[in-house]
């Protein structure tokens, strides 16, 4: 199983981003994907998720991220919107099989990791 997360970059504030998590090894469909980032020196936080209960955001992301699927690509998406200059972090795309799970989502409950990709937001 693999996950590749890209579409990272430098960006201005108030731009847009669009990251993907392409999957390879699984069928992305029957998984949940997350996206989490992480600060320097902080844990991973849950930015949004999408699952069978529906598509989950931090209230940091509410209302300027948005998630969707391609199945057949096999890849989820997440675009951003208006970004700020604290959205500048690493951001890792994750994926797990299991029927219940925590609400908010945890990156203790996923299962696989993909790489991360660097989202720089210059203000």
């Known amino acids: 199983v693999q996950l590749q997360a890209y579409g990272g970059g430098l960006v201005q504030a108030g731009g847009s981003l669009r990251l993907s998590c392409a999957a390879s090894g699984l069928f992305i469909s029957k998984y949940r994907v997350g996206w989490f980032r992480r600060y320097p020196g902080q844990e991973r936080e849950i930015v949004a998720q999408?699952?069978?209960?529906?598509?989950f955001y931090s209230d940091s992301v509410k209302g300027r991220a948005t998630l969707s699927r391609d199945n057949a690509k096999n890849t989820v998406y997440r675009q951003m919107n208006s970004l700020k200059f604290e959205d500048t972090a690493v951001y890792y795309c994750?994926?797990?099989?299991?029927?219940?799970?925590?609400?908010?989502?945890?990156?203790?409950?996923?299962?696989?990791w993909g790489q991360g990709t660097l989202v720089t937001v210059s203000s």
């Open positions: 999408t699952s069978w209960k529906g598509n």
């Open positions: 994750a994926a797990d099989g299991r029927n219940s799970f925590s609400t908010p989502p945890v990156a203790d409950e996923y299962d696989y």
